[in-house]
């Protein structure tokens, strides 16, 4: 299975727009939709209003309390399925 990222839109009726242009052969598809985030505008917040505090990260294991607590958090565009490929790769040579 070939996985593609297409920008679309959905008219005012429902109906899904693919605005981007398709080079595939006729038959049937699988779509997955993801709805697009709008980033937030910064000055509609009041300046007074603190920032949320990051969830602490709680572990039943003692030994692992403090490493959990004391971690950066994880980033935003971090890839799991990534980082384990890279693992194997270099695990593997490959």
Not at 9 to 18: A, C, E, F, Q
Not at 27 to 41: H, K, P, R, S, Y
Not at 62 to 68: E, H, L
Request: no cysteine; hydrophobic share 30%.
């Amino acid at each position: 299975m070939q996985a593609y990222k297409l920008k679309g839109k959905i008219d005012s009726s429902g109906n899904l727009v693919i605005t981007d242009p398709l080079k595939l052969p006729p038959g049937d598809v699988e779509i997955v939709l993801w709805q697009a985030t709008e980033t937030l505008d910064n000055t509609t917040t009041p300046a007074s209003e603190p920032a949320p505090e990051t969830p602490k990260r709680k572990s039943k294991i003692k030994a692992f309390q403090s490493f959990f607590e004391n971690s950066p958090p994880v980033p935003p565009d971090f890839d799991p399925d990534q980082a384990k490929w890279e693992y194997l790769k270099e695990k593997h040579n490959l």
